[in-house]
């Protein structure tokens, strides 16, 4: 990992020990619009669209997908946003392994069938005739057809993805091509093992037209496996003011977004929030007590968190008094608020109506869950699900949700401040 620009404060934040606590109980309150802001705090917000534009600037630059240039636009839109803000700001990098499909396909007769080559299948390009296979691909079912050499295609159901492709290694199959159970297509398949063959995913109506196919004649396909494992760098964006090298609370919500998809609510919304409570206490006593965070590579597993809390001190971590994340929310009428025992109690006093929505936070992973397994108390602010989620249709978000959501997420962290 790597930290630019260098100072000697954020050495103090160095890699130290992993201590490993248990994570904190989890609790949610559920907060309706109706309990939201004064009348006189709904006004301001009505002319206050800074977090909107920012959502909407996010937005028009495509998917921001952690790796790639259109990411790296967005980390410097919003590193520019918090030095307008008054803040500082560095830029932690960190690197780990991501599957990418530079594009596979299966060919045959001239036509190409678009292919997803599965996480943990080898590369490569390679011709065989293409053998179906009964059922769904278990050991018995290899048994009644001969795909020795050949190229195997089986039906996606009943047993794992890994099991069947183990079934047809075993039987000699030098590829194998894994068809949807349903009409569309299947992208992002992962098999828990590496495997030294070729393994790719088409829709269920390709591979419909295939199995016909081999049934009136022999078929003989080409198949492209171009996936493998590379080197991605993320990049979290901290806003801090000058000399802050122990926050009592880091406020912060995930910039990137899923590949194909403008995450307008996911979590662009997050991140103009988190942006927006910093704008906001900018010239107050309360922009010193922590720091902002635009979180990369959440939708990769986590990555940003995590190098945040790996590369922080144990000291540095138990001195949070509690860890902010904003993850969608944009959309949906209730705000959701999960978190630590002791900190939803402190939100439940912010918001006196707020009710216990759960005993734990399963609804979605999202950055808290790192700084929760370092003991860290959390608070996590969400809306939940909603029909475009990681689809190209998260394209916007609504203004007034935004703005209610800095609200409570400024009352909270003043409360938490003074607690
Ligand atoms: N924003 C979602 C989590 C979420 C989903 C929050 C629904 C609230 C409601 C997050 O970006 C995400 O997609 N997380 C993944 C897991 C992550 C480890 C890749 C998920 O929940 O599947
Ligand atoms: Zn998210």
Redesign the pocket.
């Known amino acids: 990992m790597s930290v630019r620009p260098q100072t000697k404060s954020w050495l103090k934040v160095v890699l130290t020990t992993i201590l490993l606590l248990t994570p904190t109980a989890c609790a949610v309150q559920n907060i309706t619009t109706a309990q939201q802001p004064t009348v006189k705090q709904r006004t301001q917000n009505q002319t206050d669209n800074q977090a909107y534009t920012d959502v909407q600037n996010l937005v028009n630059m495509g998917p921001r997908v952690a790796g790639t240039p259109t990411n790296e636009k967005a980390s410097t839109y919003i590193e520019q946003q918090y030095r307008q803000a008054g803040y500082r700001t560095r830029i932690q990098t960190f690197t780990y392994s991501k599957f990418r499909d530079a594009g596979s396909s299966l060919a045959l007769d001239g036509t190409t069938i678009k292919a997803n080559a599965f996480r943990g299948s080898a590369p490569g390009k390679l011709s065989g005739k293409l053998v179906a296979v009964p059922n769904f691909g278990r050991a018995n079912d290899f048994t009644k057809v001969n795909v020795e050499g050949a190229i195997a295609i089986v039906k996606r159901g009943e047993i794992r993805f890994t099991e069947k492709v183990q079934n047809a290694t075993n039987a000699g199959a030098i590829g194998v091509v894994i068809f949807n159970n349903k009409p569309d297509s299947l992208s992002s398949g992962t098999l828990t093992q590496t495997f030294k063959i070729p393994v790719v995913g088409i829709s269920g109506d390709d591979g419909d037209t295939l199995i016909t196919r081999t049934q009136i004649a022999p078929l003989n396909i080409d198949l492209n496996a171009n996936g493998r494992n590379v080197d991605v760098t993320g990049r979290n964006v901290i806003a801090y003011q000058e000399g802050v090298t122990q926050p009592q609370v880091i406020i912060g919500g995930?910039y990137d977004s899923v590949e194909g998809s403008p995450g307008a609510n996911?979590?662009a919304s997050g991140t103009a929030v988190v942006l927006d409570i910093a704008r906001k206490v900018s010239q107050t006593p309360l922009a010193r007590q922590a720091w902002f965070i635009a979180f990369d590579a959440?939708?990769?597993?986590?990555h940003g968190s995590r190098a945040f809390v790996n590369a922080a001190t144990p000291q540095f971590l138990s001195e949070l008094k509690g860890m902010m994340n904003f993850?969608?929310v944009g959309v949906n009428n209730k705000l959701l608020i999960g978190g630590s025992s002791e900190l939803t109690k402190l939100a439940k006093v912010v918001q006196p109506q707020a009710q216990l929505y759960g005993a734990n936070c399963a609804?979605?992973?999202?950055d808290h869950a790192p700084f929760a397994a370092k003991g860290v108390p959390i608070l996590f602010f969400?809306r939940?699900?909603e029909a475009n989620?990681?689809t190209p249709n998260d394209k916007t978000v609504d203004p007034k949700l935004l703005n209610e959501t800095i609200q409570t997420g400024l009352d909270i962290f003043k409360r938490l401040v003074n607690n």
Request: charged fraction near 25%; avoid cysteine.
């Open positions: 995930h996911d979590n959440e939708e990769d597993g986590l993850d969608m609804n979605g992973a999202s969400y939940g699900m989620y990681h």
